[in-house]
């Protein structure tokens, strides 16, 4: 696909250079993983890389391009994408740089999961993010913040292929589990009507709470609380949590995956 990419998009061989463009059209199926990832190193450096005053040039063109091109054809849906983004991003890198991403849309209900160093961009809609503990936030297009080129491009996996997109799976009628493929955390959605309940059942890990949605009761043992909308509560261990709703609501539960204690046994 980035070898349709860097024929398609002269812009983007302006930017990285011919022989960092070379590098990977010359890859082939019978080439090792360590070379393949060193030419998307290469070629995902030199575009990143790139001044300011070239990048600016460089989306100026693709952009006035593109508005010819769409009289006469139907543009790509990337193509498209790219076209929204310069409107809210003009001249950043992360406008050019969203030929190298995936291009993913979620229904309600769907998740993903991205390992460690995966770089994303959150372009639109709603959603709730669960991140392991870390230090390491590495920003480097589609911000007005602060960016650490060298860093980011020295420290991502530069693996291929799409996303696996999560549908859960659900534990009662209300609540949907998330679990993702690593130890760290789980994530449980509950959504009830007006006037249902249900019951998050003990488990071995303590939990933390988010009202995304509404109003209702949070129960434990027989102490009861008020919850609205935004509001974020901490469960310990072992401890059985009762919901009922004076309207419809909607919560995110996170937690240690359960595989963890699996393991742990």
Known sequence: ELKGVLVDIPEI????????????????KQDGAEKVKYALRSVFTQLMSASKEMATKSIAKLKSRLHVESQLRCLTEKEQLVLHLEKQYPGDIGVISAFFFNYVKLNPGEALYLGA????????????ECMATSDNVVRAGLTPKHRDIQTLCSMLTYKQGYPDILKGFPLSPY???????FEEFEVDCCILPKGASTVFPAIPGPSIFLVFLGKGTFGIGS?????????????????????????ELQLYRAGVNSRFFHTAL
């Open 13 to 28: 061989v302006e930017l990285v250079g011919n022989a960092s463009a070379k590098q990977v059209l010359d890859i082939d």
């Open 117 to 128: 160093n995966e770089p994303h961009a959150y372009l639109s809609g709603e959603c709730i």
């Open 175 to 181: 609540i949907t589990r998330y679990l993702p493929p």
């Open 223 to 247: 102490r009861e609380d008020i919850v609205t909308e935004g509001d974020v509560l901490f469960a310990p261990s072992n401890t059985e949590i009762t919901i009922t709703t004076s309207s």
